[in-house]
């Protein structure tokens, strides 16, 4: 078994780009909504640059994107006879970049993916059956592609992030298991969340805690009860958007501009609209910091994540990356510079600008 993963969290921080399915569907690659990506089969060089970005922001793992490509979802898209080819796709090119040294080499690691079923039923073993099948071919399939670890992300059932552990503790890769608490700020079948997490650690997780529909505001006291609750290491990969005390999540967070007849065509901002509620780097950057300092090694973004999002993340906790060469540099700007060189006539000209 590999402890890479748990040496390096030993030493520090770890930072894991996630949310891949946002970015692609901002890359122009991806049904909104529907949501099963397909980049690996159609633009593998898409999926490719992707995974090459966010490693250059700082990603010490390339998570291979097999998010909603289970057997479940890729049936309600019709495609359910690409599921082997797409996850194969997915895993063979994480593993290619991951092999890739950037200008600065660091040891990454290749990250296997499952993820929410969006079927379990606490009440229906059937159901559950089926899921362990979706959770076990998956598995089995990133073993093959030799992943260094595996993560099982996005849960909103306690029970269900359970099976996903233990089909993952099969595998005998380091397990990384995120929770993702809905609005009611505790599993849907009724687990608290830190209760939940301490079970997680219990039956084996090696780090626990929590990923999506969350930004800073809404998971930053949960992933700190989590870290005094456990003993293992704690993840922490918010959305970048401005969740709040009233709206938990991101699935109804209205448009805090609605009065100005801003369009948002379903009702909602999510998943299309959400732009305006955007966390700038600086939120992202806070709250990365604040989570570290209180000890929480495996940080992140999650849906909305861009690379400068990972890069600041890095630089927040006082990494140097590959991309750390093309961090901001206002001094040079043209007019709120303070380079010589920038004539003091439009220096002025800045508050009017
Ligand atoms: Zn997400």
Redesign the pocket.
Known sequence: MSNKLIDKLNQGPVICA??F??EIERRGYLSAGEFVPTVALDRPDVLEALHRDFQHAGSDIVQAFTYNVHREKVRVAGKEHLLEKLNRAALQIARKVTNISLDQPKPNLMAGNISNSNIWNENDKKVQLEVEKMFSEMAQWAVDEKADIMIGE?FYYAEEAFKALEIIKKTNLPAVITI?PMGENKMRDNWSIVDTCKELEQRGADVVGM???RGPNTMKQFVLEIRKAVKCHVAA?P?PYRTNIKHQTFFNLPDRSNECGCESPHGRTFPTALDPLYCNRYEIAKFSKEVYDKGINYLGV???ASPALIREVAHAVGLRVSGSKYKENMKNHFMYGDNQRIPKHIKEYGDLA
């Open positions: 996630e949310g399915l946002f996005t993702a990923n999506c529909f990969l959305v999650c849906c909305g």
